[in-house]
């Protein structure tokens, strides 16, 4: 009788763990083409993603923060300065650091940017808003 409940246990044990092994196992494909979504606006503007799906996976992100106006910033205030007493990012070279990770991880997961939480936890959720809208 122990045997018979060993091999029901051990049985169903390993059937749990090869549906757990086959669901980690799945993939997420995206249809090709260029999706564009926005981050949640808040006082300062809004962030934008316009993501580039290739061979059904991620093959390039350009990620913008817009002003309150919907215009792009320029990059180029955006370098890390003090300007008249207030200390702005540098969103130049987050944007870039932060796309490079998103596409050599093929997702949104990353970790924000201390200094630049807002804009960057915003651009998480716009390349995630595009990712959805690209989903098969």
Known sequence: MKKLIFTVVLGLSLMFFAGCAKEANLE??????????SGDKWEYGSEEAVVTIENHKIKNINLKRLDQ????????????????????PNLKKYRISMKDEM?????????????????TENWKIAVERAL?????
Request: aromatic share 12%.
């Open 103 to 119: 596409i050599e991880k093929q997702t949104y997961e990353v970790d924000s940017i201390s200094g630049a939480t807002v804009t």
């Open 69 to 88: 106006n919907g215009d792009e910033v320029d990059y180029n205030m955006w370098t890390g300065q003090n300007v008249d007493g207030k200390v702005f």
């Open 132 to 136: 959805e809208k690209a989903k098969n």
């Open 28 to 37: 997420i494909t995206y249809k090709n083409g260029v999706y564009k979504a």
